[in-house]
């Protein structure tokens, strides 16, 4: 395919790659004030061959390959549905039909597996009210923002802005197009994925823009540490939660004193593991405001030197124009001066004057 881009499109994407924006998909949504453009496009491939010839982008990209086996036979699907109700987990429903298949089987992520995708895929279809909240999210991948409406949605839906794209200031365009750049961090899109709970992803997504959107100028550290500071409200969340099911254990368990003893000792190391966890939060969130404050600060400061010379040199030019208006009406009174003089004498002597006194 021809490159067909003018050269004022190349430095646009030239920018945009210098921005950190490297989804080829995203820019020519962008460029081309889109919000309609996917991988097939035409523009998306001109600005994709664009990329690779420029290295910018690899053109040999693995494909996932779809399993379109159905894995499970119809006696297993019926175990399924004498089962799920009883409180069993899609994870320990895969064990319970695939034990032998992975007995014996080393440091085995089960969640990967073929499997469990199709027994987890059979009950979210079949039986979503069954469907635990730890494993409501298992294998659902990220899907990268690429164009500004859909930040836009995210922003007024997590932060309660009301924003319009056709009413974006320039400002706000330039949040959510760092927005799009943010959220295709690969250590976000890695966390987001590794979390098994629907609600964990979504909680740990929304934090992620609260915390960043009208954020234009973050480094690539703070990124990454404004990501910990999400990380840790998923722990703060799921410690909280084994704390309130051990709670439910020791009110159910009072008359038995060996293990209530057992459970006030878990409950303790649960609680200091939330006030360790609730520690490092604050310190992140001090240190993220404390580094940017002073950056802003410093950028402020910059911004008022400029603005004082700005002042200086305005207040310059209107000085001397004044000093220039003042020569020039100097000037004329000096004209009708001389002219005054060049009158004839008997002119003169009525007016009374000479040059010297008209000046």
């Not at 440091?107 to 069954?130: G, M």
């Amino acid at each position: 395919m021809n490159n067909m881009l003018t050269e004022e499109q190349e430095k646009f994407i030239a920018k945009k790659i210098e921005e950190g924006q490297n989804d080829y998909v995203i820019i020519a949504n962008l460029l081309h004030s889109r919000e309609d453009l996917n991988g097939r496009s035409k523009e998306s491939k001109e600005v994709r061959d664009y990329l690779v010839k420029h290295g910018f982008l690899n053109a040999k990209k693995d494909k996932p390959k779809a399993i379109t086996n159905d894995l499970l036979s119809q006696s297993q699907y019926e175990f399924i549905d004498q089962n799920i109700k009883s409180g069993l987990t899609p994870k320990q429903v895969t064990e319970l039909l695939f034990n032998e298949k992975f007995q014996g089987v080393q440091n085995l992520n089960i969640f990967i597996t073929p499997e469990y995708r199709a027994v987890h895929k059979y009950i979210k279809d079949k039986y979503p009210e069954f469907l635990v909240d730890n494993e409501s999210g298992v294998n659902e991948r990220y899907a990268v923002p690429r164009s500004i409406k859909t930040v836009i949605n995210k922003v007024n839906r997590w932060c309660g802005q009301d924003l319009n794209e056709e009413k974006l200031s320039l400002q706000h365009r330039k949040y959510m197009e760092k927005l799009l750049v943010y959220l295709a961090s690969p250590r976000f899109v890695g966390n987001y994925d590794s979390y098994t709970s629907s609600t964990d992803k979504e909680l740990f997504e929304a934090e992620f823009v609260r915390s960043i959107w009208d954020k234009p100028d973050l480094t690539t550290d703070e990124i990454n540490l404004y990501i910990n500071v999400c990380m840790d409200y998923i722990n703060l969340r799921q410690i909280d939660i084994k704390k309130n099911k051990v709670n439910e254990m020791f009110n159910d368990t009072q008359d038995q004193k060996d293990l209530t003893i057992r459970l006030t000792e878990i409950l303790k190391t649960i609680s200091e593991e939330y006030n360790q966890c609730a520690q490092r939060l604050d310190k992140s969130i001090q240190k993220l405001n404390g580094e940017r404050s002073k950056r802003v600060e410093q950028h402020h400061q910059k911004n008022a030197s400029i603005i004082n010379l700005v002042e200086l040199f305005q207040d310059e030019n209107e000085r001397k124009m004044m000093i220039k208006i003042a020569e020039m009406q100097k000037q004329i009174v000096k004209d009708e001066a001389n002219r005054l003089e060049n009158m004839s004498s008997w002119k003169a002597r009525i007016l009374g004057i000479s040059k010297e006194d008209a000046i």
